[in-house]
C-alpha cells in the first residue's frame, strides 16, 4: 500500500510506474469519482515521455498515444453499456499490443480483462485528510 497526501505525490507515482512499464502490460485503475485516477494516468503518461495533455476519454472510451517509448492505450469504460462495445472498438489489440494499456473503471468489463494484469486501486480517506489517497496495486 502507498499513501499520498497530494496530487503531486499522486502524479509521481504514476510517473515511476510509466517508467518501468513494459511493452505488452494491462494497467486496470478502480476508484470513486474524484479519486485521481486520471492524475495518475497523467503521471504515467509523463513516465512514458507522452508530451501531449492526457484528459480521459469517458466518451471515445479509448485514447491512443503514440509518441512516447511506447504505446499508450488509455481507456475509459465508465459509459459502456455492453461489453460488445468492447468488440466493435477491437479492444483485443490494445490489451495485446505492443503498448501499455491502462483501463479506468476495468471493474465493469472483468469478464473480458486479462488472465494478467497489474490492479491499482485509488481511495479517499478524508479523515486523513482532503488529498489523502491510499494506493493498492496487485498482481492479477
Known amino acids: 500500500m ?5 496530487p503531486e505525490e499522486t502524479f509521481q507515482l504514476g510517473q515511476r510506474l510509466g517508467e ?3 511493452p505488452g502490460e494491462v494497467y486496470t ?4 469519482l474524484g ?8 503521471g504515467i503518461a509523463k513516465g512514458l515521455l507522452i508530451e501531449e495533455p492526457i484528459c480521459s476519454p469517458t466518451f471515445t472510451i479509448v485514447q491512443v498515444y503514440e509518441e512516447g517509448r511506447m504505446p499508450f492505450y488509455h481507456f475509459d469504460v465508465y459509459r ?3 461489453i460488445e462495445e468492447m468488440d466493435e472498438i477491437g479492444y483485443e489489440d ?9 483501463i479506468e473503471w476495468a471493474n465493469l468489463i472483468e469478464e473480458i480483462l486479462p488472465e494478467h494484469y497489474l490492479e ?14 491510499r494506493i493498492t496495486m496487485q498482481e492479477i
Do not use: C, N, P
Request: without cysteine; aromatic residues 14%.
Open 2 to 6: 502507498i499513501e499520498t497526501f497530494s
Open 20 to 22: 518501468q512499464a513494459k
Open 29 to 32: 485503475l478502480v476508484g470513486d
Open 35 to 42: 479519486v485521481g485516477k486520471t492524475v495518475l494516468t497523467q
Open 80 to 82: 459502456i453499456g455492453d
Open 94 to 102: 490494445y490489451f495485446y499490443g505492443q503498448g501499455l494499456t491502462m
Open 120 to 133: 491499482i486501486r485509488i481511495e479517499k480517506d478524508l479523515q486523513k485528510g482532503f488529498d489523502y489517497r
